[in-house]
């Protein structure tokens, strides 16, 4: 009885597990939950802690044993999605940008995105001009400090927050004059807000950047926003086509296209290619999900989406959330007294430093950082010019390709080229899974080097500081064409081509095939059966079905028989 005891207990605690979940604060939030739990109850869970209504533009993040990045599905258990041994561990982040922060209905779900965004600052995803950053920075000292009060804040106050990758003692002192002498008198509510506005109105608002290579091997980042898809290169915005224009997402392999209208005569083609099949599909995902949630007008409308346009291959995937227009009129029906905030200002942070009061912090260390890292100030007019063309393809004239920079001249009065900052789009940790202990970070800090352009002077410094890592060779543009004659990508030829249509064909007669037998089969039965239908009473007086019947179905049925009714007595002799 004991040992009936033990054993139930133990089978019950295999199916619970422990999990931990790091939110936007840094604080974390650990429960225990069954093995065949779903995402949806963790994220019920967690929104239920943080007391948050309008929780739809959230979502949690994980990272797979290959160290790559993915989005909890809340209909699929976690356990399965998670591939791996518990304890998990996972990040509640923002997944969705609201279009308009204002907009949001409760202080504190602008809150929480705050965080996010000045996360996304720190981490070099939101990337600004210098005019933007330092007004940026001083509201994020105005939200956490308050007011500018000489008896606490020393002369050099504002060099104890690090508000970015990498700053300048000018970027400072004009962070602590606009501190200073602009936002007297602002509540935090009220300089968040002001930062979420300024924030969603430069491009790089809502990048969450996945690094890839066009098809002439040169680095880019794309990304989905509340507007659109963005491709960066450089310090440059060179694609940017709105959610109405795009028609279709797909992706093969490491293969990844974005079909586009952009005129009623003008189609589009982009082909970029992920570094593994595992973050092209991922890319593929977050971009069927961004397109659903901005573009249609309720989730009624949302259809299975197939990542490929040959026939049965690829994967399927539908989005099974609401939509932006859903969201909004769900929160308008919010009413109850606002949640109080427990702003986490002064608790020290291991991934965003900026809220912490003591000397600068980071987990990247100081000469790889200026490695990776041109400094807001210094911005170098090299990188102006450096922003590479990506090809593209026009499917109204034919196959073949058009250079970006006639795109560009195309789109101007669209603004599908613009500049977004002084420096080049380099984001610390695009390409990071998280949560990120120290060694990853420096793993992927190495690999991420080979993504950004940078000037002669900058490509000595990060040999210097990397020279020390073994795979920190691939780093820099002098060394990128030894490499690239291995690893660039190229398009298909014609003979791929030629292949994947026969395939396809094949696929689509064995098919066929396969249906026109279960059809015959079908059809047998029905003749068979008792049914009084017309249609069925002429097969049946025809000779060649009396024949059919005679020498091939009644034997067959009563071999069928005889061997079942043999089954049935040996399992009931047994």
């Known amino acids: 009885m004991l040992s009936r005891l033990m054993s139930s207990s133990i089978r019950s605690l295999d199916r619970e597990c422990n999990c931990t979940v790091r939110l936007l604060d840094d604080s974390e939030y650990t429960c225990t939950i069954q093995r065949d739990a779903k995402g949806q109850y963790l ?9 948050l209504l309008e929780k739809d533009y959230f979502g949690i993040r994980y990272v797979d044993p290959d160290k790559q990045r993915h989005w909890l599905e809340f209909t699929k258990s976690i356990a399965k999605q998670m591939k791996s041994q518990p304890p998990f561990t996972m990040c509640l982040r923002v997944k969705f940008y609201a279009p308009d922060p204002a907009a949001l209905r409760e202080e504190i779900t602008r809150y929480l995105v705050f965080l996010q965004v000045k996360r ?15 007004l940026l920075a001083a509201y994020i000292l105005q939200a956490e400090i308050g007011d500018y009060d000489p008896g606490k804040h020393p002369e050099g106050y504002s060099s104890k927050f690090q508000f970015f990758p990498k700053h300048s003692e000018k ?6 004059d606009i501190h200073k002498t602009e936002l007297i008198g602002q509540s935090p509510e009220t300089s968040e807000l002001n930062f979420l506005q300024k924030a969603q109105m ?59 209208n952009q005129q009623e005569d003008k189609k589009i083609i982009l082909t970029y290619f992920a570094p593994t099949p595992e973050a092209c599909k991922h890319l593929w995902k977050c971009g069927v999900e961004n397109q659903a949630f901005y ?37 308008a029906k919010i009413k109850r007294d606002p949640p109080e905030i427990h702003r986490a200002g002064m608790v ?31 911005g170098l007019e090299s990188l102006r010019d450096s922003a590479h063309s990506t090809p593209v393809r026009s499917v109204s004239h034919g196959d073949s390709f058009m250079s970006s920079r006639g795109q560009m001249v195309d789109r101007s009065e669209a603004g ?61 543009p002098r060394r990128r064409p030894l490499r690239m004659g291995r690893s660039r990508p190229s398009p298909p030829s014609e003979a791929e081509e030629l292949n994947k249509f026969v395939l396809s064909v094949l696929r689509l007669f064995l098919v066929t095939i396969g249906l026109l037998f279960a059809l015959l089969l079908l059809l047998i039965m029905l003749t068979e059966s ?15 079905f009396q024949q059919f019947h005679v020498e091939y179905f009644c034997p067959l049925r009563r071999w069928f028989a005889c061997k079942i009714r043999w089954m049935g007595g040996f399992l009931i002799s047994k």
Request: hydrophobic content about 35%; some cysteine; aromatic content about 8%.
């Open 120 to 134: 996304d600052l720190y981490h070099g995803r939101l990337l600004c001009k210098t005019s933007d950053a330092a």
């Open 348 to 378: 020290p942070s291991r991934s965003c430093p900026s809220i912490t009061h003591g000397p600068r912090l980071t987990s990247v260390p100081r000469t790889r950082r200026r490695a990776v890292h041109i400094s807001i100030m210094e």
């Open 530 to 544: 008792d049914l009084d239908i017309a249609f069925l009473r002429d097969i049946r007086k025809t000779p060649e």
């Open 416 to 476: 599908a080229s613009a500049i977004i900052s002084d420096e080049a789009y380099s984001p610390s940790d695009s390409v990071l899974p998280t949560p990120v202990t120290e060694h990853r970070m420096e793993m992927a800090v190495a690999h991420h080097l080979n993504g950004a352009p940078r000037s002669v002077d900058d490509e000595k410094e990060s040999r210097a500081g990397a020279a020390a890592q073994g795979h920190a060779a691939e780093c820099g």
């Open 295 to 331: 573009k249609l007008e309720k989730s009624s409308q949302v259809r299975t989406v197939s990542s490929s346009n040959l026939f049965f291959k690829g994967s399927r995937f539908r989005y099974s959330g609401k939509v932006a227009k859903e969201v909004m009129e769900q929160s």
């Open 43 to 51: 994220f019920d869970l967690i929104c239920h802690h943080l007391n």
């Open 171 to 176: 970027l400072e002192r004009r962070i602590a």
């Open 202 to 260: 430069l491009e790089t608002y809502g990048v969450d950047p996945h690094p890839c290579k066009d098809v002439s091997g040169n680095p880019a980042f794309l990304a989905f926003t509340p507007f659109g898809f963005t491709v960066l290169q450089g310090n440059r915005r060179v694609h940017f086509l709105k959610w109405e224009e795009v028609t279709k997402l797909k992706f093969e392999a490491k293969t990844f296209h974005v079909y586009a």
